[in-house]
């Protein structure tokens, strides 16, 4: 009775040990902590263009539903939509958002500026149309906290001409240097507020951060956030976060500073040919596994010998 005794305490604390040391068992086997999806720029229409055209916009129904019934198959914490789900056209949405709604693991949306290109009318829907509650949010899994940011917050595309918003943001726009694309966007000052206080949440509770944002902030690029120093600034000043992700420049671009990496993941629109990846986590570094287009990565983690 004795034995049986010490060996069901010992069983006991080793399930306890099990739980809380999951982590470094999964980094010794090699499998990663969890893993999740990335996509950029589907930018659906369904308009004919040459077979020549770098931009497929028929094509990516086609290319997003194998990218689905793949990612189906793996075990994914959840999938994000970096923005430019559509290219164009309110309608376009349900050629589209029926496709991304298969998906068996979580899956969440970033705004991105041709998913407001809809008639004004519609500009109010667009949030809604991706399943969005707010545009800018955050979530969390195994020791992580996920941050989607609206680089669409001050736009010249996301609100009616006649929105003050759209006043504001041209107002903005001439006070950038001459040439600054109007395609981009900034992060307004209640969304950089929120961020700020975001982030000091996650410090505190020990958490590292990844950000989605459909504009790029680094390296110095044309198609960066208008205000991207200003939200490269607010990254930098808190260790917690990682990494930043987003689309926007359908090449794809990569630049590290200060032991943080900002990917930029190539749109699936572009070619004949798909793009998307899976990122898998693991205590010292993030994996991504490019398919088709995109390229694989290996993003060291600081504070693990890197």
Not at 99 to 128: M, Q, R, T, W
Not at 202 to 215: M, N, Q, S, T
Not at 287 to 292: D, L, M, P, Q
Request: one cysteine or more.
């Amino acid at each position: 009775m004795k034995r049986r005794t010490i060996m069901a305490g010992l069983a006991v604390c080793l399930g306890a040990w099990l739980c809380g040391h999951g982590s470094v068992l999964a980094q010794r086997s090699g499998e990663p902590i969890f893993s999740f999806g990335v996509i950029a720029d589907c930018q659906y229409c369904n308009i004919k263009v040459p077979k020549t055209a770098q931009r497929q916009y028929a094509l990516s129904p086609k290319k997003l539903t194998e990218c689905v019934e793949h990612l189906n198959r793996l075990d994914l914490q959840f999938v994000v939509h970096l923005g430019d789900f559509i290219d164009r056209d309110f309608k376009s949405f349900a050629g589209v958002a029926p496709i991304y709604g298969k998906l068996k693991a979580d899956h969440y949306h970033v705004l991105g500026n041709h998913d407001f290109s809809v008639a004004d009318e519609h500009k109010a829907k667009v949030p809604a149309a991706l399943g969005l509650k707010s545009r800018y949010y955050q979530f969390r899994y195994h020791g992580y906290r996920f941050i989607a940011l609206d680089g669409n917050d001050v736009s010249l595309h996301a609100y009616p001409a006649s929105d003050p918003r759209h006043k504001a943001a041209e107002a903005a726009h001439r006070k950038l240097p001459s040439g600054t694309p109007t395609w981009n966007g900034a992060v307004g000052q209640a969304q950089l507020d929120w961020l700020i206080k975001a982030l000091n949440e996650a410090k505190r509770a020990g958490e590292r951060v990844i950000l989605f944002c459909h504009f790029p902030v680094y390296p110095e690029n044309v198609h960066n956030l208008w205000n991207a120093a200003e939200v490269l600034a607010v990254a930098l000043e808190n260790r917690s976060v990682v990494a930043y992700m987003n689309g926007h420049n359908h090449a794809g671009n990569y630049g590290r500073l200060a032991k943080r990496h900002y990917v930029t993941f190539t749109g699936m629109v572009d070619t004949e040919e798909t793009a998307y990846a899976i990122v898998n986590v693991h205590a010292d570094r993030l994996e991504i596994k490019g398919f088709g287009r995109q390229e694989n990565m290996t993003l060291p983690l600081a504070g693990n010998g890197d």
